[in-house]
């Protein structure tokens, strides 16, 4: 449901826009995925990267977002 993972990865701390940016997509785009206002099957390159980001940044033992990550080192 990517209404769902698009909420769980807002919910690290990502605003649409930078959510947008990783994706890469528009920050509409997200916020139509957020409101379950965008159709459940989205473009293979949008669905998988939010499928892709989900499990990096949303993994039970994942605590930094990439920027914080890359700003403190490896």
Request: charged residues 20%.
């Amino acid at each position: 449901d990517f209404q769902k993972i698009t909420s769980d990865l807002l919910g690290t701390g990502l605003t649409e826009q930078q959510l947008a940016d990783l994706v890469p997509c528009s920050q509409p785009t997200i916020n139509a995925f957020r409101h379950g206002k965008r159709g459940a099957r989205p473009s293979m390159l949008i669905g998988g990267r939010l499928l892709e980001l989900h499990q990096q940044l949303c993994s039970p033992c994942r605590t930094t977002l990439p920027e914080q990550a890359s700003a403190t080192g490896p």
